[in-house]
Structure formats: structure tokens, C-alpha cells
């Protein structure tokens, strides 16, 4: 009991300040690596939720693929990192700022309201050994949830070739003269 | 990590050693590397520095040591120095989830071969793989160096276009064994091979082990070709290419961060030998020998249980590590022996030729099991 | 609130309350608090920031606390839907992320710059 309630605050905060670095730093490589370091965050917390197939997929297409295609982007692009992180005027950022509290404090305000409500469905229990979790999950996937897979399998060809079609450049090995 | 106190400090110590292992093992490759190279190429390799070379890496640690310590003026710093760690990380955190042997039962508790067992072994290894991307940039970056950039980012390319392949050639297994825990892939390879099909049993093939590789050659092949891409061997090591790009990514390290590079490499090197080893030859159980029988027969020489299962947790260490020394030696092999792949030759067989192929072997994988399950 | 309780557990007694089952530990609202934080600290950064690149980070920092409520709300209520609706947005999340790094390219590479001030008046 003691170790859980010890891990969720050293993830939290780990996680937190990830997150800070992200939208503070001014150089946009360690803004990419601290959002690595976030996703990996959030996946140590899936795993103290018992979602541990879900830990390894976030790892895998986040942190192992995503990151790393927002890191290489950047290196491409060799920035110079801005003098400033935040647009100038000092109204118009407060006002960004405050709009922005004003969202945290209603989000916050409305969990701790309505969280007492919530109750657990006693006759659905989640197994704690992982392979059961994947199998319930594929047999959701497959049977009440199989349109929307389909739909993400098109989705996934469409942004496929769409991705290749935006950034393709004339010239290269492959091109014909 | 355990309930009572020897528990946990007897899993400490597992930790431990499992990262020592890995550690050591580097010193015993690069040996094995530079005689088996001069084996290859008709030269001695080290024979100076010990009997038969052995202590020249030992020499060579100490010259590491003792370098001066710099990096270059135009280098970011915190990431320079950095990238060297992230390089160690993920093949310590991969190796530690495979297991190395049976379980040992000592009294009422069981210990596990390994650094910690996870009931999502393949999905966990996978992961920490793809995290090996991270010490590449990071190094490109951090060296301050166009050409360094430009080796840290095609080598990471090629890292992740081959990830998928090794990922997918996983697939297939994953669907035959029907778990992601690697003790469980294990125990479902020992004795002889009885194939199922459509409720007969076909034994006349029994004169061979239940291995994986019988049952996945295809996905054997794919896997095997994407661990050298993921680990930046030969053939695909045109990132790093000696002679070509100076040494690609890591052209500004010198001295012991070199050699964390290099242990980052060659621990790679040694978590595809045991993933090939866990999931196409059967882990550590011998070949047409179950774990009962050979339970069974060190139970004829010792009396007491504990000691029993702490024998046959020894002896199935020591089968697992032949396994991965063969292919540890079939990895020094090929580098010493094919010419490297062109970049755009890489990525062609990447994407257009592994991906398919792979593809191809889960769709025929489901097939034979939804055919081999009707009956 | 002692009303909803007792009206709840006398209408409903097998339904179990989460303000009863842990008293000091971690419940859900750590876990709907600490998303409501990195979704806010993601909706800054897309409001605050001028650099593209930064600001499709903080759009994957907002997808990425969602997928923690999410997930939380699926342990926390013992079923499993949450989950599957983390791969929807996993996969949307990514596909969206290469897209838009593609339209960031392109643009990059005619213009030679990703600070948006250069693309505030929409022409040519």
C-alpha cells in the first residue's frame, strides 16, 4: 500500500514536471525529449493502473516512434531556438494565461464535485494477469467495437500515403529523369 | 519484488547479477570478435596480452580509464553526455526480462531466472527496444557535428523502419503460442514435435525438438535480418560505417563513453541472440527433453528438492547460454563475411520487402491455426 | 455529503462507493487531477507558444492526459471500454501527429520558418 502511494506521487511529479519542461523550455530538442519523457511518465502510470499491455503499446507508438519523428523533424530543421518562449505583449499573455487557469481550476473543481458519485460496477472485475486484460480487450475490439477498427485500419492508409504524398520532393534516387 | 525479507534480498542480488551479466559479457565479445575475425581473415587476432589475448580487452579498459575526458567545443553538453547512458539502458532493461533458466523453488519460495519476470515479457522487450532511438539522436545532436547529425539521423531511421519488421515477425508467434509471456512460450517448446492438425496428431516428424523454428520459419528469417538492423551490425551498419562515414554518430566519442556505446551494441546484440533463442529454439529447455524428465533424472543423483530444482535451474542456465553463444558467433560471422548494404538499399528491403513478407507470414500463420483448430 | 450515501447504499447495496474504500491512498480523483493538470499545461503551450513544433507537442501532451483519465476511470470502475478508447486515440493521436509534421515540412521548406507570426495574415 505504502509503495503504490509512493509511486503514483514520484510518477506524478516526475510526469508533471516533464510536462512544465515541455511547454517552458525554449529549445525546441528539449522540449521534444522532456515530451519523450512524459509519454514514458504516463505509460509507468498505465502500469500502476494494471493496463499493462497498454504501458508497452503507449512506450512503442509514443515514446519509440512519435517522439522520435518530432525529435528527427527538428533536427532537420537545425532551429535556432527562440530568444522568447512566449508571444509578446504582456495583456494579451496574461489573458492566455488566465483563460488558460480558469479551464484548470472548472476541470478541477468539477472532479472533485462529481467523483464522489461515481460508483464501481461490482459484477465486471478486471483480471490482474495481463494476457486475460489483452484477450478481454481483442474480444471487445472484434466484436463491439469493430466498425471503428476497420474505420482505423482506412484511416491509417489514407494518412499513410497522405503523409508521403505532402512531403515528397522532386529528385532523389528514386526519381525518374 | 517479494514478500519476506530473503525475498527481496535475494532478488536484489538477481538484479544484480543479471546486469553484471550483461556487462561481462561484452569483454568475452569483442574478444571473441577480434580472434574470430582474424580466424576469418587468415590473421592472429590479439595474441599478445594474456594466454591466447584474453586480457587485451582488460588492457584496453585501463587505456579507456585513463583518457582525457572531453568533449568538443561546439557539443551541447548535458546531451553529449547523456547519450552514452541512454545508449546502456534499454538493452540492460530488455535482457532482464528474458528468462535465462527454470524457475528455481527453494523452500516456499520461486525464483526466476531473470532480472524481473513481467506477465507482458514480448510487448515490455519491444518496447525498451524502440527506446535505443533516443541514444543515437541524442549523440548526433550532442556531438555538435554535421556529419555526426547526418549518421545519428539515418541510422535512427533505419532503427525504427526495422522495428516494425521485427515487431510483425513477432506476431506470428505471438498467435501460435497464444501469450506474451516468455516462460510460457518456453514451456509450450519442450519435447518432441507433434503437429496438430484439424484433431490428428502427426508424429512422424517427432525425430525433431518443438521448436518455434519448425513452426515459423518465415517469421525465424524476418527476425533474425531485422536484429541485425536494429543493432546496426553488418550488413546494415552503413550508419556507422567504418571507412564511409567515419563512425557515423559516435565519431566525436572517445575513451569510456566509446566503450558504454559499445556495451549499449553488444548487449543489442545479446537480447535478438536470446529473443531468437527464446521464441524459435526452445529458451532453455533442451532439445526433446521436458522439463519433467529432466527433473526426473537429476532427481537420481540428489535427494533433497530445493537442490534438485536449484541443479536443473543451473543446468538450463547453461543451455541457454550455448544457445546464445551459437548465435552470438553466427552474428561475429556474418559481419566479418557480407559487404554492406547501399542506404536506399537498406530501406527498400526495410519497407518493401520485410514489411510485406512479414505481413504476409501473420495472415498465413492465422490461417494454418484457424484450419489446424477445426477439427 | 452523508445523504447521497446512505440513499445510495440503501437503494443500491451492492454498489460499493469509492469515498469508502480507500481512506488515505490513491484513488481516482489523483488520478482525474493529475490529468486535468497536463491537459491544462497542453492547452498552455498551444495557446502560449509560437513555435509550430511545440505546439504539436502540446497537442500530443493534451491526447496523452486524456489517455490517463481514460485508463483510470477503466480501472476505477472495473471495466473495459476505457481502454479500447486509448487505442482509438493512440492511433489517431499518431496518425495526426505525422500528418501534421508533414504540413510542417512542407511549409518549412518554402518558407524557412515554423514561428507562426510569419503566417498570421492568410495570403499567397
Known sequence: MITDVFLFWFLAIVTLAAGITVVTVTNPIYSALALAMTMIGVSALFVTLGAYFLAGVQIIVYAGAVTVLFVMVVMLFDLKYEVVAFSRGKVSGALKLASGATLGGLLIGSIFLTVNGVTKAVSVGTSEKAGDTTKELSRLLFTKYVFGFEALGVLLLIIAVGAVALARSKGGTHAEH | ?375 | MPNIDSAVSSAAPNMVLLTDTIPVGIGLTHYLVLSAILFVLGMIGVLLRRNAIVMLMSIELMLNAVNLSFVAFSHFLGLIDGQIMVFFVMTIAAAEAAVGLAILVSIFKRYREVNIRFFEHLRG
Open chain 2, 1 to 375: 519484488m517479494g514478500n519476506s525479507l530473503t525475498e527481496i534480498i535475494i532478488n536484489s542480488i538477481k538484479l544484480i547479477l543479471v546486469f553484471l551479466i550483461m556487462v561481462q559479457a561484452v569483454p568475452v565479445l569483442v574478444w571473441l570478435e577480434r580472434r574470430g575475425s582474424a580466424f576469418i581473415q587468415n590473421r592472429f587476432g590479439p595474441n599478445r596480452i594474456g594466454p591466447l589475448g584474453l586480457m587485451q580487452l582488460l588492457a584496453d579498459a585501463v587505456k579507456f580509464l585513463f583518457k582525457e575526458e572531453f568533449s568538443p567545443a561546439k557539443s551541447v553538453k548535458f546531451l553529449y553526455y547523456a547519450a552514452p547512458v541512454v545508449a546502456l539502458v534499454p538493452a540492460t532493461l530488455a535482457f532482464a526480462a528474458i528468462p535465462l533458466g527454470a524457475p528455481v523453488q527453494w523452500d516456499q519460495y520461486v525464483f526466476h531466472l531473470q532480472g524481473y519476470e513481467i506477465s507482458v515479457g514480448i510487448v515490455f522487450v519491444l518496447a525498451v527496444s524502440s527506446l535505443a532511438t533516443y541514444a543515437i539522436l541524442l549523440a548526433g545532436w550532442g556531438s555538435g557535428n554535421k556529419y555526426a547529425l547526418l549518421g545519428a539521423l539515418r541510422a535512427s531511421a533505419q532503427v525504427i523502419s526495422y522495428e516494425l519488421a521485427l515487431g510483425l515477425s513477432i506476431v506470428g508467434v505471438i498467435l501460435l503460442y497464444g501469450t506474451f509471456d516468455f516462460n510460457e512460450i518456453i514451456q509450450a517448446q519442450q519435447g518432441p514435435l507433434i503437429l496438430h492438425w484439424m484433431g490428428h496428431e502427426i508424429t512422424f516428424l517427432s525425430f525433431l525438438p518443438n521448436w518455434g523454428i519448425f513452426y515459423q520459419p518465415l517469421g525465424m528469417v524476418i527476425f533474425f535480418a531485422s536484429a541485425f538492423a536494429e543493432s546496426n551490425r553488418l550488413p546494415f551498419d552503413l550508419a556507422e560505417g567504418e571507412a564511409e562515414l567515419v563512425a557515423g554518430f559516435h565519431v566525436e566519442y572517445g575513451g569510456f563513453k566509446m566503450l558504454l556505446f559499445f556495451i549499449g551494441e553488444y548487449g543489442h546484440m545479446l537480447v535478438s541472440s536470446a529473443l531468437i533463442a527464446t521464441f524459435f529454439l526452445g529458451g532453455y529447455t533442451i532439445p526433446w527433453v521436458s522439463m519433467a524428465e529432466l527433473t526426473q533424472w537429476v532427481g537420481t543423483f540428489i535427494q533433497t528438492p530445493n537442490w534438485i530444482s536449484l541443479v536443473t535451474g543451473l543446468i538450463t542456465f547453461a543451455v541457454m547460454f550455448a544457445k546464445i553463444a551459437v548465435f552470438l558467433w553466427i552474428f561475429i560471422q556474418v559481419r566479418w563475411t557480407l559487404p554492406r548494404f547501399r542506404y536506399d538499399q537498406l530501406m527498400d528491403l526495410g519497407w518493401k520487402t520485410m514489411l510485406p513478407w512479414a505481413l504476409f507470414n501473420t495472415i498465413l500463420t492465422a490461417t494454418v491455426i484457424y484450419f489446424a483448430h477445426l477439427g
